[in-house]
């Protein structure tokens, strides 16, 4: 009886426990249920005026506290701050750790200071604080991405932002940033902030930078897409991509006005982008060592994501370096925008059923073939830096290295292009060894093209330095000037034609020949610097002048067929200067001639008796 009594006792515990528990399940069920019908709950009101994101934490304190993580430092093996590297000052200078760069960049900013990237909290400051703008005049433009800016486009616009944006665009930086509105509080405080890329209102994602609309619109106008406008028309997935897109692209500042322009009107590959330059005329600056009109890449990560597998399969920018988490019922959004490699579970595994291990084995593998793939490159290019100088040393002149300076420039901006984009070639590895592959290609045809700018010219001066005696035995003196609008008689005039002409008089055939050499060497020097490479001299010993000059002088073939080898040496023009020689020959026999009949008159007349007989010849 006790037995059974006990039993009952513990059996209704047991219901009252398990009902406890269910309770509790059913109201975390409940609870969870309520977190995620209302992910948030507005303690203080925020409006497009709410640059400071610790208001905005406020009502969304998950998101900012992870936020707030993007001033931590980080690093990977190509990328971060380094290791053990102090949080209060810049990241590492990449020109200590590429020293290439400081060459490619000569004469331009770039050359004076050129970091790693850190997190977003470090935007404004660390633009302030690089010698590119304490030491080089910037301007207003480049606070579109390095700061929470709608207050200030408002202001400066008078409530409209596109001609706030222009007007901010164009002035000095120092004169934009200190700006201060009517109760003279500062509009530029922070860097990237929530309200740059939410609305407030809804928190849907945004784009805000006036640069991206107009850039994006002409890019989907290439593609067929009229009056396309993104926070209209994209999809949410695209807009997790876009919102990255507003910054992390290739930009320029266009006219006077230092529009920040984002160049897709062709397209956005590298070559697309580039023909839009050169249809602009736009160049970036000119090169210090080469005085080649030069482009700068900026960060391009936005284009060449584009071109990336990840991007064709649907993949955007959020996924990998925002990826969601949970927190209770929630599914937040990482705001701590970092590499994938240092959160591989969320950013990767989502998609990939493999190990961690070996998704950081693969990511590696493609970034390490990157790097000594884009070090060549960047060995090509310096190569041809030097072959450009030992050129321009050697004293060629600019048209001489036009060729050499298009290949520098082609190739220069393919490997900037590479260079300072920040996935170290894992956001489209093909697509970038490719562009690689033409650098190498552009820089040693640029190396070519300068050597044997460099050989003609060496071979030029040898041919310039023979001594008159050498040239034409029996006549000393310098060489007659060259200069003059129109040659004399017995001078070679140069047509641009690519003929040479000469013509001779009877009675001063040894001193025509020697201007004939002195032109000679002025036509080849003309003719490599206008024609190099190219068949330029044609039948010239059959032409005759079309407009000969009155008077004693006769034309007279003294040059031969001549014509510019592929890898750019001269023919040598012993051919031609036999010629002169036999025509000088020609002219002294004459005056032999001439002299023996006018002997011979005279032994005539005297009979004989005052001369003696003539000379045997």
Known sequence: MKRGWLLGVLGLIGVAGITVLLLALLTNIFERKQEARQAFVRLVDVTEDTMDPKVWGQNWPLQYDSYLKT?????????????GASDGGPAEQKLGRDPWLKRIFAGYAFSLDYRDRRGHAYALFDQEATRRVT??????????????????????????VQKGFEQVSGMPYRDAREMKDDKGQPLVQHPIACVDCHDPKTMAVRVTRPGFIAGIKALKAKQGIADFDPNRDATRQEMRSFACGQCHVEYYFKGPGKIVTYPWANGLKVEEIEAYYEREGFTDWVHAETGTKMLKAQHPEFEVWSQGVHARAGVACADCHMPYERVGALKVSDHWVRSPLLNLNRACQTCHAVSEKELEARVLSIQDRHHA??????????????????????????????????????AQWRLDFVAAENSMGFHAPQELARILGEVIDHARQGQLEAERTLRKRQSLRADGDVEVERRVPGVAGPAPPLDGARPRPRDVEVHRHDRVHATVADRAAPRALLRVHARLAAARLA???????????????????????????????LLGHARVRQAGLLRKVDGERLLGERRLGRCKNQQEQNRRAAQQRDHNRSGGRVHGPLPTR
Not at 71 to 83: E, F, S
Not at 383 to 408: C, N, R, T, W, Y
Not at 527 to 537: N, P, S
Not at 541 to 554: F, M
Request: contains cysteine.
């Open 71 to 83: 001033a931590l430092p980080t690093t990977t093996k190509y990328g971060g701050r380094g290791v």
């Open 135 to 160: 030491e080089k005049q910037q301007p207003g433009a480049c606070i579109q991405c390095h700061a929470s800016n709608l207050a200030l486009y408002r202001f400066a616009g008078k409530g409209d």
């Open 373 to 410: 793939l884009l070090q060549r490159a960047a060995k090509a290019t310096t190569d041809m830096l030097d072959a450009i100088v030992a050129a321009k040393k050697a004293g060629a002149s600019e048209p001489a290295l036009q060729a050499a300076a298009a290949q520098h420039r082609k």
């Open 527 to 557: 003719l490599e610097e206008h024609a190099a490479d190219e068949q330029v001299w044609r039948d010239i010993g059959r032409h005759h002048d079309p407009a000969p000059q009155k008077g004693s002088a006769v034309s007279a073939r």
